[in-house]
């Protein structure tokens, strides 16, 4: 998703309440400048490409700049493939809303000959960390298709226009050529969101280590299709871990709220290590820089309370909000809670990891730190 983005007194009014006014007894700010800032709210949306939903944005670096050299995909041979790889919607078996045989170039969900709407989801697209390179192919950018477990969706894309989102983008600034930091999907990105860095976890188990071939890709299955056209790749273990020991694709928190219970009779807070939750990470955060430097933050998560006492309920127990339910918190999108500094019980941790409601209740109260974190859902009080 693009980023918006526009200097103001707040940086951006999250809720209906609006922009309170500095409380009495404040220091005067340079009124010009960098001054007018009092607040800045980082917003991180993801899981769409630029042209997906603002490929049609008047003026912008979208649909209209492709042409057949940049959009035309090939095989995983090379060759340039004469249609479009069905969309799969599992295994390799074609999802019927998209007809066969489409031609090798973008092309309208939204619009016949497949003209399924916004409202309607689709299947996900594939994110992991050795599967992007391959895809981006050193630059050529031609395998999307090929790589992908969702076959010729990749290719897809909406008319935007009728989007909440789309309005707001008319009246900030739309990062066209904005780039994610990492390859692969929200896990590795959120690190690099807070740290610019890639989590360590020394002397992982094999079974989550990715198996690569003697080029560095991950290493085929002797199953695997040769073609893109007969179905999705299959890989040997396309692992969460690196073989020199980073984790590079999604794995849990040490700390709950996690995807890894607790160990039973153990500490509810804490992650089983046996299955293989990461490492408590030591690396330096933007939130230590932040602190170092005497300023307010904090990150916010919708469901962060509700996730909390999840996932301290005992093993065995069905969770209803981590992964599931209406909430279906994502303990991989928090990045602090893989840090030892906010650990369970430590200062840092209730001081800077906070619940939505908090950010509403501080942003009422005009009492917001001055640098403000937030993934998910902020977007829909938007709208």
């Not at 740290?195 to 080029?215: E, G, K, M, R, Y």
């Not at 690196?242 to 999604?250: A, I, L, S």
């Not at 430097?293 to 301290?312: H, K, S, V």
């Not at 001055?370 to 938007?382: D, E, W």
Request: hydrophobic residues 40%.
């Amino acid at each position: 998703m693009p980023m918006l983005f526009k200097p103001t007194s707040i940086g951006l009014c999250l809720v209906l309440a609006g922009c309170a006014m500095p409380p009495a007894g404040t220091p005067a700010r340079d009124a010009r400048g960098l001054g007018r800032i009092e607040h800045i709210v980082v917003i991180y949306a993801e899981n769409r490409s630029f042209d997906n939903l603002y490929g049609l944005f008047p003026g912008a670096n979208g649909v209209a700049s492709a042409t057949p050299t940049t959009w035309t995909q090939s095989d995983r041979n090379g060759s340039p493939l004469q249609t479009l790889p069905p969309v799969w919607k599992s295994g390799a078996t074609p999802d019927g809303a998209y007809p066969p045989n489409m031609p090798n170039r973008p092309f309208r969900i939204d619009a016949p000959p497949v003209s399924q709407p916004l409202t309607v989801a689709t299947r996900d697209l594939i994110h992991r960390f050795y599967t992007n390179q391959e895809q981006i192919n050193g630059g050529k950018l031609d395998r999307y298709a090929a790589m992908s477990d969702a076959g010729g969706l990749v290719m897809g894309y909406y008319d935007g226009s009728s989007l909440p989102m789309w309005k707001l983008a008319q009246q900030f600034a739309l990062a066209d050529n904005f780039f994610m930091g990492a390859f692969g999907g929200s896990f590795l990105n959120h690190f690099w969101l807070i740290c610019a860095c890639t989590p360590v976890f020394p002397n992982a188990p094999t079974s989550i280590v990715a198996a690569l071939d003697p080029n560095g890709k991950l290493a085929l299955k002797p199953t695997s299709s040769a073609s893109a056209l007969a179905g999705p790749p299959q890989y040997v273990n396309d692992g969460a871990v690196t073989p020199d020991g980073f984790g590079v694709n999604t794995l849990q928190p040490p700390y709950q709220p996690s995807g890894v219970p607790p160990v039973a009779g153990g500490d509810a807070r804490f992650a089983d290590v046996s299955k293989n939750p990461l490492p408590p990470q030591t690396l330096k955060t933007i939130g230590d820089t932040l602190s170092d430097r005497g300023i307010e933050w904090a990150w916010y998560a919708e469901a962060w309370n509700l996730a909390l006492a999840d996932g301290e309920q005992p093993p065995g127990t069905a969770r209803k909000v981590i992964y599931v339910g209406a909430q279906n918190f994502q303990p991989h999108h928090q990045p602090f809670n893989y840090f030892a500094k906010y650990a369970p019980g430590s200062a840092e941790r209730g001081r800077h990891l906070k619940d939505y409601d908090d950010l509403l209740a501080e942003t009422r109260s005009n009492t917001l730190p001055a640098v403000v974190f937030y993934t998910t859902s902020i977007l829909v009080t938007l709208t």
